[in-house]
């Protein structure tokens, strides 16, 4: 989970645009009507929380104000109305945001932003919220947590799994599918709690953080056995951003949030906006992550990946999120991930010989002896889809 969280971060930070009119003097609006202001000098609360935006402009020509570093994706530009005060200027006006942690995904997201703020003596208090506006987003809204049963159809000796928390249906691997939709349902049981879709378009995922990977079966009566640890943690607000986009469901991790929070923690408390900010280690960064990324592009047309993205269903107070064979397609086509795979299963046979041992069962339930055996079932499968299933 940890490692997995580090690749997404270092992933996300292609979506971190720096302005390039930042300045540490004192605004002048006369120059140009563009008042031009850095991390220092930007006091903001997104959702009520603070956050630390990367620099701020306000064009009193155009009537817009650019934030950066405020959602993922492209830097937000806001129509506002300005007035003056006899201290500064106050601001009011709105927007739609599209967070996207992928440079090439083409997402539309119509999330609403609202925003109003003063810049008195050249510091500026910004105040900004975010909105669900999509009826179809909207529906979502609520705390969807994990089934807790396993139900059957079918006859004793041939018997089918027909709901679970995790479910494989998988047409070239049978074996398989009844395997995972009973353990593999119980470890994700163990694993995650619940996930939260809030009307602010902010999502919060409640989940074990060193993940347990004990081996158990469901009850007689189908239901899981209880976790034996209590050690949930709920991601904090506006750490991810979430919507749908015609049958996908798009979960998007703040880099912003992520970093700040992390250089926060580094630097034992001291305010991340109080540090300047070097724009050549941005633009490094940036440079590195586009790419350690590429092999993204291969399938960005078919995910159109602005985060974390699966197909999903909806039926009353059930929610299923999956992905299927098309969606996985453009990945297992790609020669290399075998390889990939078989390396980070050789790597955990010596760092965690048990739940090496446990892939290694999987893989012989569905009738093979390697990883490399896994393309040839893949081009021998026509039904595939991996399903997490939560109620509300």
Known sequence: MKANIIKLALCATVAWVATACSSTDAPSPAADKVICLD???VVATLNDVSVHPTAASLDLGNNTLTLAGIVPGDDLVLNVSTTDTPNGIAFEGFGLCSPSINPDAKSIADILVNVRGTIINGIADIIVRTQQTIEQNRAMVGEWSLLNKVTYSGSLWNMTVKSAPLMLKWDAAPNLELMVSQVGAAIAYQNLKSIKLNDDATCQI????????????????GTLPEPTHNNWVT????QFFWFVRGDRLCIVPNIYKMLTDRLDSISAGTPFRSRAIDREQLDSIQAQAIAAIDWMREFADQWAAP???????????????????????PIMKLDFIYTFLQDKLDALTASDPQTAQMINILLQFGGMQSISDLKTLWANTTEFELSLNLTR
Do not use: H, V
């Open 206 to 221: 409640t989940y074990c953080p060193d993940p347990a990977f004990e081996m158990a079966m469901p009850n007689p009566n």
């Open 39 to 41: 991390a220092t000098q």
């Open 307 to 329: 985060g974390l993205t699966f197909k999903y269903r909806l039926d009353g107070d059930n929610l299923a999120i999956y992905w299927d064979k098309a969606m996985l397609d």
């Open 235 to 238: 991601t904090e607000s506006n």
